[in-house]
C-alpha cells in the first residue's frame, strides 16, 4: 500500500493566490520529509528539507517567503505556495525515507499545480 | 558540488533487445538509487545500491555499482512494452552529517517498441 500520501493531486488556482499541499506519512514518524519541484519533462529537484519541530532548510536559489514549509507533527508536512504565478506551475512531490539505515527515499503521488 | 549525468537521455528500443543506461557522478558517494516515473506518476523505488560491486535484479532489470569508476549501470534484458517509462538515478552527497538529501540525474526516457 501507500506509504506517503499527498493531497491534494490536482489543483488550479489563479495567479496571486495562495495553495497548500499536504505530505502525510502513512505508516511511521518521519522527523524528515523533502519537497521536490519538477518541470515538464525535467528531472526532480530538491526544494527544502523539512523538519519536524524546526525550521525547514531551504536549496540554493529557493525562496523560503515563496515556499513556505510547516512540519507540523511526525506525520505530516504542508508546503504553502504563496502568491503564486503561472512560472510556479509545477509537479511538486514530497518524499520520506522509509529505511534511515539505506536512505531510500518513498515519494508521494504528488501534486500538478497550475497557476493561470 | 554533485553532479549526476545520466546517458542516453532518450532510448527507443524494440521488444526483445538488450540495452544499458549510465548514470556517473562527479563526487564520492556511497549511496545510489535507480527509480522508474510513469507519465503523469510519481517515482516508485526500483534499487537501492550501498556498496562497491552490487549488482540487484529484479526481473528484467538489473543494477550495478562501481564507485571507484562513480558509475552505475542499469541493465535491460530483453525488453517487453511495459518497461517503457522514465528511469532516474539518484546519489547522497557523501558525508552529507546524516542527512538524506538527494541529487537526481536527468533521466532516460525509455520506449519500448512492439
Known amino acids: 500500500g501507500a506509504v506517503v500520501s499527498q493531497h491534494p493531486s490536482r489543483v488550479i488556482c489563479k495567479s496571486g493566490t495562495s495553495v497548500k499541499i499536504e505530505c502525510r506519512s502513512l505508516?511511521?514518524?518521519?522527523?524528515?520529509m523533502f519537497w521536490y519541484r519538477q518541470f515538464p519533462k525535467q528531472s526532480l529537484m530538491l526544494m527544502a528539507t523539512?523538519?519536524?519541530?524546526?525550521?525547514?532548510?531551504?536549496e540554493q536559489g529557493v525562496e523560503k517567503d515563496k515556499f513556505l514549509i510547516n512540519h507540523a507533527s511526525l506525520t505530516l508536512s504542508t508546503l504553502t505556495v504563496t502568491s503564486a504565478h503561472p512560472e510556479d506551475s509545477s509537479f511538486y512531490i514530497c518524499?520520506?525515507?522509509?529505511?534511515?539505515?539505506?536512505?531510500?527515499?518513498?515519494f508521494g503521488p504528488g501534486t500538478r499545480l497550475t497557476v493561470t | 558540488e554533485l553532479k549526476v549525468e545520466q546517458n542516453p537521455l532518450f532510448l527507443s528500443m524494440q521488444e526483445g533487445k538488450n540495452y544499458t543506461i549510465y548514470c556517473n557522478y562527479s563526487?564520492?558517494?556511497?549511496?545510489l538509487y535507480w527509480y522508474r516515473q510513469d507519465p503523469g506518476k510519481s517515482l516508485e523505488s526500483l534499487f537501492v545500491?550501498?556498496?562497491?560491486?552490487a549488482v540487484k535484479q529484479e526481473g528484467r532489470l538489473m543494477a550495478s555499482l562501481d564507485t571507484k569508476a562513480r558509475l552505475s549501470t542499469l541493465h535491460i534484458t530483453a525488453a517487453v512494452h511495459d518497461l517503457s517509462a522514465t528511469y532516474f538515478c539518484?546519489?547522497?552527497?557523501?558525508?552529507?552529517?546524516?542527512?538524506?538529501?538527494?541529487?537526481f540525474g536527468k533521466g532516460t526516457k525509455l520506449t519500448v517498441n512492439p
Open positions: 518524499s520520506v525515507v522509509r529505511r534511515p539505515a539505506t536512505g531510500e527515499q518513498y
Open positions: 505508516d511511521f514518524q518521519a522527523t524528515t
Open positions: 523539512s523538519n519536524e519541530g524546526s525550521k525547514a532548510t531551504y
Open positions: 563526487t564520492t558517494s556511497d549511496r
Open positions: 545500491l550501498l556498496s562497491n560491486g
Open positions: 539518484a546519489v547522497t552527497p557523501f558525508n552529507q552529517g546524516g542527512s538524506e538529501k538527494l541529487v
